[in-house]
């Protein structure tokens, strides 16, 4: 076997390797945990009421939340308006649900006359999704706050300067106050007091929870998750809708052991999340509700509190509901020591590589003013890091180059005898102290690389819909320009074919720029690899016309440096 084709073999048999690692140390005991999980929530959602009243388990004290059945109720309640500079819509005072979002910077699509992203719906939409606080108590003499009280409304607008208060009386000795504020981004925070007259002590719990109706389109992609997810004991659950189908509606249910967390649902971009006090522990759930229709909720039921006789308690908790921006999600896990908040956003496998890329794109953005040229000199940036290997590895392909007739000659002359015709080989490599293995390791070196920044091109709200130039108007999306209509000349659409067929103008680029990259290194001596090799940028010219505009730039620019780079060094090898 060549020199090559054992190196070929070799890093495939170090990434199969890695995967299989993978699998059995994460994968697997993470599988376990979910099935361990599935059992308990199997058990815990027989104990679900659908009246209407979030209420304690009988079975166990931290309780587990229940769900209203899917009416339609009418919109003829008063309602407080919400206007903030991100965000404007409004909240109910039936159940005192906020239940009515607008994201006031994103549209649905790039066009100006495109609706704007709409992340929560009215219980009486087609599609309800909103999120709801309140108390729930074992007292079964008193009344708790549920999702059909219907709250008097003390303030009419909800902006960052006024908070709006709500308030319920239940009749029986307990007054609820409720104060919601918001901020200029995405935050709003939630207060309650409720204040007794009672002549003995009450215990009551607080809850929060984000519930979804209907399974919402999805990417489908392994490398973005899309549905439930929380923090809790400091390390990420997951939970997608098809899985908690499969799961007959059983889901994840997590009782904390360290104090902090948060939980909600996520798309690709944007976020809806409940947080409790970060002090106490809580009980998680992240589960598919009964009722006929699809319907998802992740939820908390925090620490039994005691209200004492005549006295006052006061809880807040807070609802991250936009845009899933990273100096946000860092600025609150910060001020509010959310634990891992950034993790609301799938950075993947190569979070240690991921999120530096995403910062240093960023500020070459913040420098140069657009998103493209950023990734332009981030490539020029990752070459110079590699330069040390890269030109180790060329100078090697150099001088593999100039013993080609040598390695040749050695295969005439051995002729089927492979044993003699590698011993020679490898002698003559010593010999002349050439690596054959060198040029391996800056191409393994490359692919965290580019699947770290296929992550942040992919997943990044802040890479989308930003333009480069010329026909490049989102660089999150696919070169739209195709081959089959003389990339625009012709007067027809080619929408029709699919992504890896419709073959950009900056994929050809791309192809033609690895075609040029691959001349210059010295041919495979395996006749089977040379065909490969040859047929390779054709194939990644198919491959990367369905990634991302920012990902094929990237890959283009990074050819002509390699081309550059080898360029230079053949010339400096033949001139000693």
């Known amino acids: 076997m060549s020199p090559e084709n054992r190196n070929l073999i070799l890093a495939m048999a170090i990434s199969m390797s890695i995967l299989v690692l993978w699998q059995s140390f994460f994968v697997e005991p993470q599988i376990q945990d979910q099935q361990q999980a599935q059992q308990q929530a199997q058990q815990q959602a027989q104990q679900l009421n659908s009246d209407g009243t979030p209420q304690l388990s009988q079975k166990s004290e931290t309780g587990q939340l229940s769900a209203d059945t899917p009416e339609r109720p009418s919109e003829d309640v008063p309602r407080i308006t919400i206007s903030a500079p991100l965000l404007e819509g409004s909240l109910t005072s039936r159940g005192a649900r906020i239940d009515d979002l607008l994201l006031k910077n994103y549209r649905v699509a790039l066009s100006e006359n495109s609706e704007n992203v709409r992340l929560f719906n009215p219980v009486s939409s087609a599609a309800p999704y909103f999120s709801e606080f309140g108390w729930v108590s074992q007292a079964s003499d008193q009344p708790m706050p549920s999702a059909k009280t219907i709250w008097t409304i003390l303030d009419s607008e909800l902006t960052p300067e006024t908070p709006v208060r709500l308030s319920w009386d239940n009749n029986k000795g307990l007054l609820f106050l409720r104060t919601v504020s918001i901020n200029d981004d995405y935050l709003l925070k939630i207060e309650d007091t409720v204040t007794s007259t009672l002549d003995s002590a009450i215990s009551l719990n607080p809850y929060g929870l984000v519930r979804r109706t209907g399974t919402p389109q999805t990417q489908g992609m392994w490398i973005l998750h899309e549905g439930l997810l929380g923090v809790f004991d400091s390390a990420l659950k997951e939970w997608n809708y098809s899985k908690l189908q499969e799961d007959n509606k059983a889901g994840f249910n997590y009782e904390s052991e ?37 319907r998802y909720q992740s939820d908390f039921l925090g620490e039994e509190i005691t209200l004492p006789a005549g006295g006052e308690i006061t809880w807040s908790g807070y609802l991250f509901a936009g845009a899933k921006k990273v100096d946000l999600l860092d600025k609150y896990e910060e001020e509010l020591g959310i634990s891992n908040f950034d993790l609301a956003i799938d950075f993947g496998w190569f979070y240690f590589l991921t999120k530096p890329f995403f910062y240093a794109i960023t500020y070459f953005n913040a420098l140069l003013g657009n998103f493209g040229l950023a990734i332009i000199a981030f490539t020029i940036l990752v070459r110079l890091v590699l330069f040390p290997l890269a030109n180790k590895s060329f100078r090697s392909m150099g001088k593999m180059r100039e013993l080609a007739p040598k390695i040749q000659q050695l295969r005439e002359s051995a002729g089927d005898d492979r044993a003699k015709m590698n011993q020679e080989m490898m002698a003559l490599y010593k010999k002349e102290k050439v690596n054959p293995a060198a040029g391996c390791l800056p191409i393994l070196l490359q692919i965290p690389v580019f699947f770290a920044l296929y992550k942040v091109l992919y997943v990044s709200i802040e890479m989308r819909h930003a333009p480069f130039y010329g026909w490049i108007s989102d660089l999150s999306a696919i070169d739209p320009t195709s081959l089959f209509n003389l990339f625009g000349l012709l007067p027809y659409s080619v929408d029709f074919l699919p992504d890896f067929l419709s073959i950009g103008l900056w994929p050809i680029l791309m192809g033609v720029t690895m075609f040029l990259q691959m001349r210059l290194n010295p041919p495979p001596p395996d006749p089977i690899q040379a065909k490969i090799f040859q047929y390779m940028p054709i194939f990644f010219t198919f491959l990367l016309a369905s990634f991302p505009a920012g990902l094929v730039i990237y890959w283009t620019w990074n050819n002509l440096l390699s081309i550059l780079q080898q360029w230079w060094i053949t010339r400096d090898m033949r001139s000693k």
């Open 258 to 294: 360290e104090a902090g967390g948060w939980v909600g649902i996520t798309d690709k971009y944007w976020l809806a999340a409940i947080i409790p006090q970060q002090s106490e522990k809580v009980n998680f759930s992240m589960r598919s509700l009964s009722g006929g229709e699809d």
